[in-house]
Every structure is written in C-alpha cells, then in structure tokens.
C-alpha cells in the first residue's frame, strides 16, 4: 500500500509540474540557441506550439524589429516549409564591416507544404541574426500563426516589466551582455588573447560536465550500496521474524 501510495503521489507531481509549464509555453516565442550577446551574431529559434485540437498550424509571419534593424537574417531550410524572406529599403543606410546595408529583412514567412504542425506537437524555424543591437536589452518580434480553419492569431502585444504577461504576447529576444573580443577589435593581438581565452575556457567547460558526471557516478554508487544493505537487512528480518511465528 506505501508503495503505491508513493507512486501515485509521483504521478501526480509529474502532473502538476507538466501542467504548470504548458501555460508559458503555450505561444510563439524566440530563444536563442546559446547565447545573444550584444554586438554579436547569433542563431535564434521561433518555436511555434499548435494550441488546437481540430486545426493544425500551416503559417507563421514573423515581422522584424525596425528600431533595431537586423542587417543580416538568413533562415534555416526546414522539412515540409516553404520560405519567404521579405526585404525592405532602410530610410538611414547601417554599416556593417565596413560596408553600408541599405536592405535588411523586414519579415520571414513560412508556409506548410503538408500537414503542418498538427495537434500537441510544436515547430522550431531558425533563423540566424546580425550584427545584433549593442545599445538594447531586447528585441521585438510580432508574429502571425495561421491554423488549416483559417483561423490567425496575432502575437503582437509587447509585454511591459511589471505588468501581468499580455493574452498574446508578442516573442521577445533578450540580449546578453557584450562579449569580450567581439566584431570591432583591430589589434591581431588582442585577437589572438581573445581566441586563446576562447580555447581555455573551451577546456574549462568541457571539463566541468566530466568532474560532475564523476562525483553524481560516486553518490549514486553511495545511495545504490545503502538500499542494498537495507534490503538485505530488511529480508533478514522478515525471515526471523516468519521462523519465529
């Protein structure tokens, strides 16, 4: 009995940490794959969920930031969509390495060849982006989901700090902080540190993973040789305890 006890009460903690993290999954969104540091480059995913039990998600409109026009955004080949990238001429020319961008993509559309993104499943769309802002914390991305019934949904409203999230919040691409020895460095020394600090912190962090799996290796092998003993133990009991009934 306490042992189903226990995994009903299991079972119902999945539950419940499952249905606390639906709702803030439940819209379009934009993270990073990595990080987005300012002045940088980085590849970013819009993950699309299908929020309909009778429709499936066969469009998805994702309009650019104007305030920070992004001069390069090149979107990843995905299995069953077709692609749009709209382009539009910026009033103020930006340089980038050197070279003035008059265009930039004003909007990327992808459009289902099939079935879409049926019910209960989500899509990634990766897009690669740059040069990142250096003077914002954030990027704006409005986006339309179309459904196979024609319905659309606007994720358009720009969530406000210190307010309660909007019913469709519109996706958001938080900034990290500028990284060392990013795009604008010209001395070929401070390159060079910057890729040798690179390369060490590299093997710092390939090796931290290691030290951790070792030292959860070493507890687990701890915590499997304790419920042993207790079992055995426990069975010796028990079989004292039916020899002397």
């Known amino acids: 009995m306490k042992a189903s006890r226990i995994a009903a009460a299991g079972a119902l903690a999945g539950t419940a940490v499952l249905a606390l993290s639906v709702p803030a999954f439940a819209h379009v969104s934009v993270q990073p794959e990595g990080t987005a540091a300012k002045g940088g480059y980085a590849v970013v995913d819009f993950r699309v969920p299908n929020e309909r039990d009778n429709a499936s998600t066969t469009k998805l409109e994702v309009t650019f930031p104007t305030d920070h026009p992004l001069a390069s955004a090149m979107p990843e080949p995905v299995n069953g969509w077709d692609i749009k990238v709209t382009k539009s001429e910026l009033d103020k ?38 040069q990142l802002p250096e003077d914002a914390d954030e990027l704006v991305f409005k986006a339309i989901q179309t459904y196979s019934n024609k319905e659309v949904v606007r994720w358009i409203e720009v969530p406000q700090e210190g307010q309660e999230e909007p ?79």
């Open 167 to 245: 019913d469709n919040p519109a996706p958001v691409l938080e900034l990290s902080a500028a990284e060392d020895g990013h795009h604008g460095s010209s001395s070929s020394d401070q390159a060079s540190d910057s890729d040798d600090a690179e390369a060490a912190s590299a093997k710092t962090e390939a090796a931290e993973p290691t030290d951790s799996s070792d030292t959860t290796a070493r507890v687990l092998g701890v915590v499997g040789i304790v419920v042993g003993a207790l079992g055995v133990a426990y069975g010796v009991l028990a079989g004292r305890r039916r020899t002397d009934a």
């Open 93 to 130: 020319p930006i340089e980038m390495h050197g070279n003035k961008i008059t265009q930039v993509v004003s909007k990327i559309t992808w459009t289902a060849t099939g079935d879409g993104i049926k019910a209960g499943f989500f899509q990634k769309f990766p897009v690669a982006v740059g």
